[in-house]
């Protein structure tokens, strides 16, 4: 006789779906943090999700962790339900506006339910926008880095080039972060010019707490000629000590994740 643990049976009777965010991370505590009592956007989702379906979610996981006030364009979740959505348009309007116009769900879709958002990813980019100006930005103020100092954008734009490929990312971890496999994979990095606006745009198959950040710092600090060593000789000394500042979290966007086409829904 065959015996089923709970999630198995939760599984069995429950409706699995993907969704699509769009954020402003400024005034969260990240995704999902460590700390009770503190605003997070998956707390918030999750809870107006069970306030417009009146039903507690068996599971709600996203595919990246962004950190404290980091943007995203195209944040991926899937969760369950009790209950199959009859109308995923509307539940989707239903919950964005009551998250008034700080979380957009973008997109709800019946999804399989093997389907993972976080092991399924086969890559994921992020794009991090400087601007560069001596006065201050408007419109992208809580969106960008606002920077007066000159940089060498000639030196920063060829040292980007440098992180593509198999790399141990120790450098640009976390002081904090705990993990111990730091190889990562990047697919593409590029600098492109938009002015006032400077753009760094990463795409990898992982990436470690406040990588992209430290990276950008780094490459920030190499542009202004506080730092000597390039992308590469950074990336062997595997200290984080040694590298530039965190760039701050604002002006990080979540901008894309890639999924195999026949894994996440027929409809995705």
């Not at 966007?253 to 996440?264: A, F, G, M, R, T």
Request: glycine share 6%; aromatic share 8%; charged share 25%.
């Amino acid at each position: 006789m065959s015996h089923q643990s709970a999630a198995d049976q939760i599984d069995n009777r429950a409706f699995s779906y993907v969704a699509v965010l769009e954020y402003i991370g400024v005034g969260y505590a990240g995704w999902q943090a460590q700390t009770k009592g503190v605003s997070t956007i998956s707390q918030a989702v999750k809870e107006s999700f069970q306030v417009v379906l009146r039903e507690k979610l068996f599971s709600l996981t996203g595919a990246s962790r962004t950190d404290s006030g980091v943007n995203a364009s195209h944040q991926v979740i899937s969760f369950k339900t009790k209950n199959k959505i009859q109308n995923p348009q509307l539940v989707a309007y239903s919950v964005s506006a009551l998250l008034r116009g700080r979380v957009a769900v973008r997109k709800i879709v019946e999804s399989f339910p093997q389907f993972n958002p976080i092991r399924d990813a086969i890559w994921k980019r992020y794009r991090y926008r400087i601007y560069l100006d001596n006065n201050p930005p408007v419109h992208d103020l809580w969106r960008s880095w606002h920077l007066r100092a000159p940089l060498d954008l000639n030196r920063m734009a060829r040292e980007i080039k440098k992180l593509i490929g198999k790399h141990d990312f120790t450098t640009f971890k976390s002081s904090d972060s705990k993990v111990t496999n730091c190889s990562r994979t990047i697919l593409r990095a590029d600098l492109e010019l938009k002015l006032p606006l400077v753009e760094l745009v990463i795409e990898g198959d992982g990436f470690l707490k406040q990588m992209v950040r430290n990276i950008v710092g780094s490459l920030v600090d190499i542009g202004r000629g506080r730092l000597k060593e390039g992308i590469d000789e950074l990336l062997k000394k595997k200290e984080r000590k040694l590298a530039g500042v965190t760039a701050p979290g604002r002006a990080l966007e979540l901008e894309w994740i890639q999924y195999p086409s026949h894994i996440v829904s027929k409809s995705y």
